[in-house]
């Protein structure tokens, strides 16, 4: 393994490791140990207690954050006619089904969501083998597959994220960014809780939220108080 950085170590050596962090503690924490010049993305990683290999028992979705990602989103959707005006006029980046594929075919996915309307989904299917591992294919569950295609690009324009669980059964999303205050994260935060929670499989036994960890990137990882997400009531407000 690779020797830390001095500024990594520094960090490292202010997160006590025999113990769980209350998540407005976290917040403040990940914003004390960021290890690069620039305003690097806080992350969350979730490792739920589900089964991934049982089709029943993925979590997947979308979720609102309030104070947003900290960068412009940029969508390209695939319509045709009505509907692609309609996106135009949402604010949507890229708008046309030929315009979207041409760029996917030509390696440029210089977007960070997709939308769609129903009837252009046959065009789609061929891609997702490229869109998928990148969590860019379009999806019904995830709100991404519609014909409401206005509503959709300002809600993902205004700080609306898609996730889902890998094969391990943990969920990374992006939180913000280290430069929000604290207690935008501890927002963000609490309304990804809320949609996990929301989310739960009727299948899944025993703890759900099995561990909880926030970081920058770049950054040593804070592990936070799984306990602590059962409710909103239950995160702890920032001072």
Partial sequence: MAKRGKRYEAAEAKIDRDRLYAPAEGMKLVK????????????????LGI?????????????????????????????????????????ADIVGADEVVALIEAGNLDFDAVIATPDQMGKIGRYGK???????????KSGTVTMDVGTAVAEVKAGK???RTDRQGN??????KASFEPAMLLENYA??????????????????????HV???Q???????????GSLEEVEPAA
């Fill in 161 to 163: 994220v898609e996730y």
């Fill in 191 to 212: 309304a990804i809780v809320e949609e996990l929670s929301r989310q739960r499989p009727a299948s899944t036994k025993g703890r759900y939220f099995l561990s909880i």
């Fill in 130 to 140: 490229v869109l998928g591992p990148r969590g860019l294919m379009p999806n019904p």
């Fill in 215 to 217: 970081s920058s990137a």
């Fill in 171 to 176: 969920v990374h999303m992006v939180l913000g």
């Fill in 219 to 229: 950054g040593p990882s804070i592990p936070l108080d799984p306990t602590r997400t």
């Fill in 32 to 47: 004390e140990t960021v290890t690069v010049s620039f305003d690097p993305t806080v992350e969350l990683a979730v490792r």
């Fill in 51 to 91: 089964d991934p290999r049982k089709a029943d028992q993925m979590v997947r979705g979308s979720v609102a954050l309030p104070h947003g990602i900290g960068k412009e989103t940029r969508v390209a959707v695939f319509a045709e006619g009505a509907k692609a005006d309609e996106a135009a006029e949402a604010g």
